[in-house]
């Protein structure tokens, strides 16, 4: 099954998240999903808890992707074999993670001050105005 995901993530398919909690799944396969999962961007949360298979042997590969892969958010490692002080490096990497996307998001704020702009001139509601397709909401 995970050779299956593989496939559909190098096809850039918009999975956002992965769920493969009590699953047996071990270093190896971290490492094939590691590579895959460096470029796909839709990707924001992962949940492998419960699969003592994984080592400390994954958390470098699982720190490399994050600072390959700054879209995820959230890594579930509990119930792993991954030491204390390994996991505490992987949350450091996935803090370092939130930090770029709300420091991108933030970024925006310019978005913002124009939807209020419009609100004043035209009296609209926000949920109204879409840009590039997508409904931007405060």
Do not use: C, M
Not at 24 to 50: A, E, R, W
Not at 92 to 120: D, G, M, P, Q, W
């Amino acid at each position: 099954y995970i050779d299956g995901l593989a496939i559909l993530l190098e096809r850039h398919v918009p999975i956002q998240v992965i769920h493969l909690e009590f699953n047996g799944i071990t270093d190896t396969h971290i490492t094939q999903l590691s590579q895959v999962l460096k470029n796909h961007t839709h990707i924001k949360k992962l949940y492998f808890s419960s699969n003592p298979g994984i080592t400390d042997g994954s958390a470098e590969k699982l720190i490399a992707l994050l600072k390959e892969n700054n879209s995820i958010e959230i890594i579930d490692i509990e119930g792993t074999s991954i030491n204390p002080e390994n996991k505490k490096l992987i949350n450091t990497a996935l803090k370092e993670n939130l930090k770029k996307i709300t420091t991108h998001y933030f970024s925006h704020a310019r978005y913002f001050e124009v939807v209020a702009l419009f609100e004043k001139i035209f009296s609209i509601d926000e949920s109204e105005i879409t840009i590039n397709n997508y409904q931007h909401l405060r």
